[in-house]
């Protein structure tokens, strides 16, 4: 089959055909594929001191009789196998990577250098307050930080991720009804139903029922839906502004008001934050709880999947149950500087999340970035953001994008938006997962595909404000290209992507009959 | 200030015209004006690099780490040496960068490492499916008790006093969520009290929940705990430090039904405790209810081995309010960075570093017990850490120790209270023989200097706090 293959800065494409690229013809091998008996890469320091057989040490019914099977490779083995496997993924250093919802913005490497100091890196967690006074001080000034952008007093930055935040917020919630005698009344969350997966996820694992609410024909919550919901057994409701359409509910003081009359918390899904630093802060719109993702707005590197970290904002009236321990900041009397203590003592509080303090070294990353940009300078990346957003929309809608690709809410969206696919299935039977297969081939990230659920074929796109006009426009020019070939062959479509170091995989055999590790001793192919 | 961003006065004139509107405040009229922030965020302005560096440097400078104190801090998380690749390889744009692998035909490094991991993490603990991660130890465990209440349809746990007190904390605050009862264990000896265990077990525990080495360092029996727990069908959950695991029975073959644990010893840095990684371990019948991301191979359209998320059916990202979990990011790039550890180590190097610590810890045991006015707590067998009792307030020995660049221990009394003026030490390969000697030369006169100054009565000691 001969196919005309798209020019990309960053794949070879293979000569006018489909035969295999180079990357493809490096097949997959495993570290302990590598493995050969007798080799190694660690060196230990003499042990110094008398050198029993373990058994004397340890009784041997506690001990191991075989030893774990580890790959035996050597230090250039195991660099030259990790330098070739991570050429196996794309990244955001590579290319344009518009994945909506996850804010995918340049990571800057000043904050890594500063997160590899040793007084950061080699900082052990259980050291005295005062030999910690420096992360301590960090810790609380990126908390007044995030109170000012959210628009809350208080912030715990323990939670480790977003849906860790809102496990948080969903137990504050519980605990703060359990305070007013009605945590058995209030037992059911309202979400709508646009909301990130996580949301409801989440409030099940608090022990909530979940209850959607409709979304209008505006793109925004369904006020007499959330009105006819909102009851005495409403415990919070859950929501992001600008929602997973990337549209601002111009409701949203209605919203939490009838919220707050029927009982209920309000709980802000920082995810998109990006939209919105330094123009409206979600306890302004009158929410209690807000998680902020330190991986999307603040420029922690997503890592292929982590770490981040998900501090939460709260407002007075759910403060006294913040998780423990709590950076606390004592003024001293004596002229010199204040100091800095972590406490426990906070007998209403729902306790610990987790070990230690938190993500601290991405709370470094994150306080570097809030520093290097300034309140300003966070209201500009919000600002350019968005502007980049609809510019990116406005090219959208013209020509092949604009007829096969519609903006599925007809409103100004804010970050980021969403393209229903379903006239380019209908007309060109092009899925959005072929359209989305096909980006690959020209060196980019798709958007989020199939989200939310309620556009039909939905492409979620969210540009960020670190990308340049020409990458913008190199988007555009890739979608057009891709609807021009669904055009004149579909089929090109369907069989992408040609170039990447895989093709389209099993996804459904990989669940049916999964194999989810190797089995010792295998032999190298 | 403007930065990372590069849209020239050109551009945003180009783009505003290309939208339709006069000015980016235009984008913004959803947002209702009473509103909006009326001012500037009241954040100082922004620094140039340079400026930055400094800051941070200086605040770093103001806390004392284990590059500038003798470090003998455990607890979950040791000051062990990080290999140069491991860090050489996770700052690869390649790793560093992209998001989780939702576009498996782009992301087969990422895919690919998260197999190596759950091969290798299978391995170590004995037990067959392993998740690429969750997000640290303590909460590994809570998210063990959410599945294991899935698993056994009960709501009980019964759990060790030898579990790390954060994550008997961490289990406390998840189950006001998910309604579960908790009931500790007491310790005998140093280890969990098997009576004690029988005692509270019944047809509603879910599970039992034990550390090996526990909190206090000592190495417990798992085979009897395993036999106890399911007499009356609950499960066994253990929280193993993972570099134990080169030398100590592992979960899967004394019987564990789910290993969790803290992955920082495994290459990661200290970071003030964080960012590490959880894992999470299970039998085979567990494998469509586990918690975190599960990468699986499979082939592609042309015969291709490749990697998938696998199992995503129990995701909230599929599943919504049925998911089996809420987690979604978790701590990738840090799993990747044990699998690069663990690589380094290699199949003889995990045995011998676990020999060398059981060796070393054994003579620090030792050495530190001569020493006038400590007694360790108890006589059970240690690996990597042990707990001692000191004849003096245990903060103001601890103080006099960091006066002298030494963090010799964390306090156990603010989490036992029988154990006022106990103290957990812990040693790892950078510790040497002569180090050890300082840690006993310092305690000795902290001992002296803090015990006279003082002043406190034997009786007086016990329960005053």
């Not at chain 2, 082939?299 to 059916?313: E, I, N, P, S, Y």
């Amino acid at each position: 089959m001969s196919r005309a293959l798209p020019q990309t800065d960053t794949q070879d494409p293979p000569a006018g055909s489909c035969t295999e690229s180079p990357m493809q013809r490096e097949r997959a091998v495993t570290i302990y594929e590598r493995s050969q008996a007798g080799r190694r890469a660690a060196v230990f320091p003499k042990a110094g001191v008398p050198e029993p057989p373990l058994e004397e040490l340890i009784p041997a019914s506690l001990l191991r009789t075989e030893p774990a099977d580890l790959p035996e490779v050597s230090e250039p083995e195991i660099v030259r196998h990790y330098n070739r496997v991570s050429r196996r993924n794309f990244d955001l250093d590579s290319g344009f990577y518009p994945l909506g919802s996850c804010t995918m913005k340049h990571n800057p490497r000043i904050n890594e250098r500063v997160a590899a100091l040793p007084g950061h890196a080699r900082l052990h967690p259980a050291q005295r307050d005062r030999r910690a006074q420096g992360a301590l001080e960090l810790m609380w000034n990126l908390e007044r930080s995030l109170a000012e952008i959210c628009g809350l007093p208080h912030v715990s930055l323990q939670p480790s991720a977003g849906s860790h935040g809102e496990l948080a917020g969903l137990l504050l919630t519980r605990a703060y009804h359990r305070a007013n005698g009605e945590e058995e009344q209030r037992r059911r969350v309202l979400t709508p139903d646009t909301a990130h997966g996580t949301n409801p996820a989440s409030v099940t694992m608090a022990g909530y029922e979940v209850v959607k609410v409709a979304t209008a024909a505006d793109g925004g919550v369904d006020l007499d839906d959330l009105r006819a919901k909102a009851d005495e057994e409403t415990a919070a409701l859950m929501l992001t502004n600008p929602n997973t359409l990337g549209l601002f509910d111009s409701n949203i003081a209605e919203i939490t008001r009838v919220v707050r009359e029927a009982g209920g918390t309000l709980y802000y899904d920082g995810a998109n934050l990006n939209a919105i630093m330094g123009k409206v802060r979600p306890g302004d719109m009158g929410f209690d709880i807000v998680h902020v993702n330190l991986h999307k707005s603040f420029s922690q590197p997503h890592g292929g999947g982590g770490p981040g970290a998900g501090p939460i904002a709260v407002s007075e009236r759910i403060e006294p149950f913040l998780p423990v321990p709590r950076v606390e900041r004592v003024e001293s009397g004596n002229g010199a500087g204040p100091r800095f203590g972590l406490s426990d003592d906070h007998p209403s509080s729902i306790g610990r999340l987790r070990g230690f303090q938190g993500n601290f070294g991405v709370f470094v990353r994150s306080y570097a970035y809030i520093l290097s940009l300034g309140g300003d300078g966070l209201q500009e990346a919000s600002e350019t953001a968005v502007l980049n957003a609809n510019y990116l929309l406005a090219r959208m809608r013209e020509g092949r994008a604009g007829r096969h690709l519609p903006l599925a809410f007809e409103r100004t969206p804010l970050h980021e938006f969403v393209l229903s696919g379903k006239p380019a299935k209908q007309a060109l039977g092009a899925k959005a997962l072929d359209i989305a297969k096909r980006l690959l081939d020209h060196g980019m990230h798709p958007p989020t595909i199939y989200f939310p659920l309620l556009v039909d074929e939905a492409m979620m796109i969210e540009p960020t404000e670190t990308e340049t006009k020409e990458s913008l426009d190199g988007f555009v020019a890739a979608i057009d290209s891709i609807l021009t070939e669904a055009e004149e062959d579909p089929e090109i479509l369907t069989g992408a992507p040609y170039t990447t170091p895989v093709r389209r995989l099993d996804e459904v055999a990989a669940t049916r009959d999964p194999v989810l590790r190797q089995p010792s001793g295998r032999p190298a192919p | 200030m403007t930065r990372y961003t590069s849209a020239t006065d050109r551009d945003r004139e180009q783009m505003l015209a290309t939208i339709g509107v006069g000015s980016v405040e235009e984008l913004f009229a959803d947002v209702p004006d009473d509103l909006r922030l009326s001012r500037p965020l009241q954040l100082d302005d922004g620094l140039s690099e340079t400026e930055v560096y400094e800051r941070l440097r200086g605040l770093a400078a103001r806390n004392a780490d284990a590059e500038s104190e003798l470090c003998f801090l455990g607890g979950g998380m040791y000051d062990h040496y990080v290999p140069a690749i491991v860090d050489a390889i996770t700052s690869r744009s390649e790793f560093l960068t992209p998001y989780t692998p939702y576009q498996p035909e782009i992301s087969q490094g990422g895919l690919q490492t998260m197999f190596e991991f759950q091969t290798a993490m299978s391995e170590l603990t004995a037990l067959p499916v392993s998740s690429a991660g969750l997000y640290e130890g303590p909460s590994s465990v809570a998210s063990a008790g959410y599945m294991a209440i899935a698993a056994a349809g009960r709501r009980r746990f019964v759990v060790s006093a030898g579990m790390h007190p954060h994550s008997r904390q961490t289990l406390a605050t998840y189950s006001q969520g998910y309604r579960a009862d908790v009931a500790t264990v007491p310790l005998v000896d140093g280890v969990t009290d098997l009576g004690a265990l029988a005692d509270a077990l019944d047809q509603d525990t879910a599970a039992v929940m034990v550390q090996n080495p526990n909190y206090l360092g000592a190495i417990e029996d798992l085979a009897p705990l395993a036999a106890a727990a399911h007499d009356v069908g609950a499960l066994l959950i253990v929280s193993c430090d993972p570099i134990s695991l080169g030398v100590l029975r592992p979960p899967g073959e004394a019987g564990a039904d789910i290993a969790v644990g803290e992955g920082q010893p495994l290459g990661g840095r200290l970071d003030y405790g964080g960012p590490s990684f959880g894992f999470f371990c299970a039998r085979e019948e567990h494998m469509r209810r586990m918690p975190g991301r599960i990468s699986g191979e499979t082939t592609d359209v042309d015969g291709r081995r490749g990697f998938v998320l696998a199992l995503q059916t129990r995701e909230q990202h599929i599943r919504r309010e049925k998911a089996t979990h809420n987690i979604c990011t978790a701590q990738a790039l840090n799993a990747l960075g044990g699998m690069i550890y663990l690589s380094w180590l290699g199949k003889r190097g995990l045995v011998e570093l676990g020999t060398l610590l059981a060796r070393r810890t054994a003579f620090a045991r030792e050495r530190l017990a001569a020493v006038a006015g400590v007694t360790p707590l108890n006589d059970a067998p240690v690996l990597r850490e042990f707990a001692i009792a000191v004849d003096a307030p245990a903060d103001a020995v601890l103080d006099h120790c960091a006066d002298r660049g030494i963090a010799a221990g964390i306090p156990l009394g603010p989490d036992y209270r029988e154990h006022p003026d106990g103290l957990l030490v812990a040693i790892t390969e950078r510790r040497s023989a002569a180090e050890i000697e300082r840690l006993a030369e310092a305690l000795e006169e902290a001992i002296a200097v803090t015990g006279a100054l003082g002043g406190r009565a034997e009786g007086e000691r016990v329960g005053s706090r």
